[in-house]
């Protein structure tokens, strides 16, 4: 059986060969491109590691009531830029003055009773006992009319910096209390970058220490002085507070958030510019020079900072990667100085 169906076979190797397609011809060249690149170096930088923070005014205060009081004007709004001393707002003083007027009249009444008993205790006509109550009465109706008259005071509220009101709280006819926050301001010629900063970070910060802060990706990198750091954790972010003085700078408002760089050492892997990377989907490349041709490279990146790209792995020391110019893989290059 098994030479009968030989032929059969032989036939069919015969007819397949017959119609097997030629092979494709090899694929045209692609022209030669010109490219920069630079050479991989390892060598020692200094790393960090970043902390979110905000910005905010290191002089603020909510303006409150001494007194209690219906609101009688309100003379501030949100935006609007107070001087030191300037009115803000005004207590409604009907009552006090009430109190300063029956103070007034008891102070008089008892200025009349310490003079008509005064000769009298020279002539020992009234016990020396009789004079010191009357004397004691006066002294009495005197503080009764400073208390009033301080508390008069207390009506017209007024700002204790220069400064901007930043929030408005209660408004005329509302009903003013001491503790009960009225309005809110703060001083933008002062600022502070606060943070959390978790506790594995915390022993690389040391006061008036200087460090790096990046308010938006566009911004220039200005320079923070350490001014407090809290001294307890917070048992619930198990983070310390931490504040940092910025020096004044365009653009830099309170409420702006940012980035502190905190320093935990160094590394020896090496840094590329941002744009040579490229991703596609989970996977990031750069483009390697190797006799002179491309060749696209799969890489690990770290942290980025200041348009430069940390490479965990996938690059070696002395390699070319194209850093200006694009090439495919296996494309030759033409390298430029």
Do not use: W
């Amino acid at each position: 059986m098994i030479l009968r169906s030989a032929p059969v076979f032989v036939f069919a190797l015969l007819v397949s060969s017959c119609h097997r397609p030629e092979e494709a011809s090899p694929a045209q060249e692609l022209p030669t491109v010109p490219v920069r690149v630079s050479n991989i170096e390892i060598k020692p930088h200094a790393t960090s590691e970043d902390v979110v923070g905000t910005v905010r005014a290191k002089l603020a205060a909510r303006v409150e009531s001494k007194i209690n009081g219906r609101i009688a004007q309100l003379l501030a709004a949100p935006g609007q830029v107070v001087k030191s001393g300037e009115l803000l707002l005004v207590i409604d003083a009907a009552e006090i003055q009430a109190k300063l007027e029956q103070a007034n009249a008891m102070l008089a009444q008892a200025q009349k009773d310490f003079d008509r008993l005064k000769p009298l205790l020279a002539s020992n006509a009234i016990s020396r006992q009789d004079f010191d109550a009357a004397d004691a009465r006066l002294r009495v109706a005197k503080s009764s009319v400073a208390e009033a008259e301080t508390m008069l005071g207390y009506i017209k509220i007024t700002a204790s910096f220069d400064g901007v009101i930043t929030r408005k709280i209660a408004d005329v006819g509302d009903f003013a209390m001491p503790g009960k926050p009225l309005l809110e301001m703060e001083s933008p010629a002062v600022l502070r970058f606060e943070a959390d900063v978790p506790e594995a970070l915390i022993e690389h910060i040391k006061l008036n220490a200087t460090l790096p802060v990046k308010l938006n990706p566009a911004a220039a990198v200005i320079s923070g002085r350490v001014a407090e750091i809290a001294p307890i954790t917070d048992p619930g972010s198990r983070t310390f507070l931490v504040k940092l003085d910025l020096p004044q700078a365009p653009g830099v408002r309170a409420g702006q958030f940012g980035r502190v760089q905190v320093p935990v050492g160094s590394s020896n892997t090496p840094l590329v510019p941002a744009a040579s990377v490229s991703v596609n989907g989970q996977m990031e490349f750069v483009t390697v020079v190797s006799n002179g041709r491309a060749h696209l490279r799969i890489v690990k990146s770290g942290r980025r900072d200041d348009g430069k790209v940390e490479i965990i792995s996938g690059l070696d020391a002395g390699e070319q990667i194209i850093i200006e110019g694009m090439a495919k893989d296996g494309q030759r290059v033409e390298v430029k100085p």
